[in-house]
């Protein structure tokens, strides 16, 4: 027998159609954003490959920040791969111990600088043959090794994404000596990868190119000027900002954190906003209140970093809070959040909208800056893994006579860089050697602890908005 089927009554199916509705406009940015455009998925494990400008971590470690405060539900882990003078023949050598053990789902690659080998260009323009052919062979071999690593991810269902080198500033006017022809070098490197890209199907993101373009601009106003540091390789905080501009634009990430506007009603106010979810709501002649959640939080930009957004228009393409009130009358009003004085404002502002991301002292941008606090006990952890690393996959650290006595390495090795390099910057990082090795699983448990804190600490919470005539 068949079961009588029940008919929804018209009113019935209204409310049914009205709560899909509802739930497709509230619907987290996120979710549509990861199913289709952004590179990272909910619970991929990423690993950043590369040379020292990797392992410094500022670029990417913008690019998470941003992906918490804006995804907070779409948890990713990435792990730093980055060994300072690295080159494609060490990634292959520490391929297995140092990256594949991170079972990562997405590998992001970036090398180049130093295979384009910098004694190879001088002070002045060289056109010794011998030079020139050791060049090309270089190059060479940077685009063998480089595909064989492409194809070592690709072949374990790993999804890669190439980088294009960062630039050498061969232009500056800096008291470092220039190593002409280096950054044209980086130049061909750059072009494989996006053929590379191209064979493969890679997404690719490309720092040279947006480098290069504002070094030029800026060299124009001011010949002093360089992304880069003063030793033309290692991009400064500005660089490294620049840099994770162009990953988020690549990967087509969402301009709003949510937008807030305000109508006559809860219900339209609803239907209008983008990436929150209204509680409850309350307007008046002289006042409106309500209070909101929004699915995202503010990028917390810090004072290194502010330089940079006179070069890319970060703010306006990635960080956007808006709120807006349409039909608000003419006048003047201060906006409250919480308890938090926000500013005072024209009914034309309100009626054009305000970028809420551009307070510091917003309860939503605080929240998002004791997000970037537990990110940075989390980088103190990934720069001490990393130097301990950058010992053990030295040249020479195979043949310490006791590789399990830290005592017994530093005594090594130190006798060999003394030997070998000029300079204090192997014996610094041996010596923190010694102090970090013994506490390398702590920091390994420490920084898996702080990842899940930083997710927890950047969890959307409600929030009262006011708005008063003043």
Known sequence: MFKKRTRLNPQSIYRFKWLLLLFILILPTEWLFCKDQGFFKP????????????NNGEFHHNVLLYHITRFPRIPVTVYNCGISGDVTGGILRR?????????PTVAVIMIGMNDMTSSLFGPKIISNPDTLQRRVDGLNVYKTNLEKIVNIFLDKNIRVILHKPSIYDQTSVLTTPILFGKNDALKLCADFCEDL????NLPI????????????????????????????????ATGHFVMAYQFLKSEKAPQHVSKIIVEKGLRKSQKNSFNCKFNSFQRGKESIKFSVIEHSLPFPVVESQQKALMLVPFVSEFNM??????????????LSIDTVSIGTFSGKQFREGINLAEFSHTPQYLQAMKVRAVFSELWKNEASLRNIKFIEYNQYFKDCPDKKNIQSVVTFLDSVFT?????????????????????????????????????????PVEHSFTINRN
């Open 43 to 54: 619970n991929d494990r990423v690993c950043f490959i590369g040379n020292s400008i990797t």
């Open 95 to 103: 391929m297995d111990d140092d990256i594949l053990v991170h079972q």
């Open 197 to 200: 890209s191209r064979k493969y």
């Open 205 to 236: 993101v490309d720092y040279w190119s947006i480098m290069m373009r504002i070094n030029t601009e800026q060299q124009h106003i001011d010949p002093s000027f360089t992304i880069t540091s003063s030793d033309r390789i290692h991009p400064n």
């Open 321 to 334: 809070e808006f709120l807006q009130v349409k039909d608000m009358d003419e006048g003047t009003y201060r």
């Open 419 to 459: 030997k070998r390099y000029t300079g204090q910057y192997y014996k610094n990082n041996l010596k923190k050697y010694a102090l970090d090795k013994p506490h390398e699983n702590d920091f390994r448990t420490q920084s898996d602890d702080l990842r899940k804190k930083a997710y927890m600490t950047a969890k």
